[in-house]
């Protein structure tokens, strides 16, 4: 078969042994990827068995998704939280263990395939923990790859591990691929809702509410990642993701606006020839190939139906309005640790934004300014890329006084 991943020789690809049944750890288990991930499980018991869960502070909800579930063990991160999830697990036999340390431990776990869905740079250590023993990473967490994309794909190829992409864009992608030979492959064309601020005025978005911009016209999805849909961050963090994942120059990376959501991303080939991936928008779906690649498994999911009316429409992105893109493009071009300093200032301003603590448009200049300051670094080490996400934080935050 054609190997999509240019991390991992087409052979091992191609050999991945999905008989019987499949151990996995969920790294953020109750958010929404997490979620998805464990309805995918329940509906298939026969096939999964669950190692580990994690997260970060919800100790009862975690304790009551390894019960069900019949994880062996369940981590929170927020070391106070410890007391309420081994009472919570009280008898049932599954471990209990809390701390960014026991997390990490939890990745070192046997499972086979790792969900790497912990939100924001927290998931970069444990997600290479579990990179470096081997285990087939199925990657949502899209920060990975943009604080360190170089060091972690580089990795991945020298111990042969194998990164299945989550993300319903990235996912596309690597499934549009099995199409046709990755060297023909021209550019890809990320897709994008435009979010729920797509048609709005500066003046509307200067004034937009927490709870406007939480209202995502087609994906429920985590407040973290549904703002930075609003303000199209996400999609700026996307195509930096892409260029590592799928071994990319950044003029080869293209945004289109796609109000439906129903085309999730595309391929052009070298002949002009364009291959898409369609569907409606459920985060289940590429959940699931990730978790049965390289085979499919039959679901009940909702079909598109062509036959209903409808109409699927293409727009340039408004980069003008949406300057948080502008400001991922020119870090996709000059690489070193920008990247990872754009992605620790957006944290910070996201988390500003939900607490009311400055405004919509606001996030885009703080994240600017913090660009500004930050020393460049052409190849950083992985501890400078640490080094430079710590130092990012800590400005940005100074600059609302967090």
């Not at 091992?12 to 288990?29: D, K, N, P």
């Not at 109000?259 to 391929?267: C, D, L, R, Y």
Request: proline share 4%; hydrophobic share 45%; with cysteine.
């Amino acid at each position: 078969m054609v190997n999509p991943m240019t991390a991992v020789p087409s052979a091992q690809v191609a050999t991945v042994s999905r008989a019987g049944e499949l151990s996995l750890t969920l790294l953020g288990a109750t958010g929404s990827i997490g979620s998805s991930t464990l309805d995918l499980v329940r509906k298939n018991r026969d096939r999964f068995r669950v190692e580990a869960v994690t997260a970060q502070r919800s100790a009862a909800a975690l304790a009551k998704l390894a019960r069900d579930v019949g994880a062996r063990l369940a981590v929170v991160g927020d070391e106070s939280c410890y007391g309420e999830l081994k009472d919570a697990l009280g008898n049932s036999g599954i471990e209990a263990a809390a701390g960014e340390e026991a997390i990490v431990d939890a990745a070192r776990r046997p499972a086979e395939w790792v969900m790497a869905a912990i939100t924001g740079a927290a998931g970069l250590r444990p997600t290479m923990t579990a990179l470096e023993r081997g285990a087939t990473i199925a990657l949502a967490n899209k920060e990975c790859l943009v604080c360190a994309g170089a060091l972690f794909m580089r990795r991945a190829q020298e111990i042969g591990a194998i990164v299945l992409p989550v993300d319903s864009e990235h996912n596309a992608i690597f499934q549009a691929l099995s199409a046709g030979r990755r060297a023909d492959v021209s550019r890809i064309i990320l897709t994008a809702s435009g979010g729920p601020f797509r048609t709005a005025s500066l003046e509307q978005m200067r004034a937009a509410t927490v709870q406007q911009a939480l209202r995502h016209p087609n994906w429920s999805m985590g407040a973290k990642i549904t703002i930075d849909s609003a303000t199209l961050m996400n999609k700026g963090l996307e195509m930096i993701e892409a260029k590592w994942l799928f071994n990319l120059q950044p003029g080869q990376v293209q945004v289109v606006i796609h109000p439906q959501s129903i085309i999730h991303s595309m391929i052009q080939f070298e002949d002009g020839s364009i291959k898409a991936q369609m569907g409606l928008p459920d985060m289940k779906l590429p959940i699931q190939y990730a978790l049965a690649f390289p085979r499919r498994i039959a679901s009940s999911f909702p079909r598109y139906d062509f036959r209903k009316p409808g109409t699927l429409t293409f727009e340039e992105p408004d980069v003008k309005t949406f300057r948080n893109l502008t400001l991922a493009t020119e870090a996709l071009f000059k690489g070193g640790n920008l990247p990872c300093v754009l992605n620790a200032a957006n944290e910070i301003a996201v988390f500003a934004f939900l607490r009311n603590r400055i405004g919509f448009l606001d996030m885009t200049d703080l994240v600017e300014r913090t660009m500004q300051h930050v020393p460049f670094i052409e190849h950083p080490t992985l501890e400078e890329y640490f080094e430079s996400d710590g130092e990012a934080l800590n400005f940005a935050a100074s600059l609302i006084k967090l």
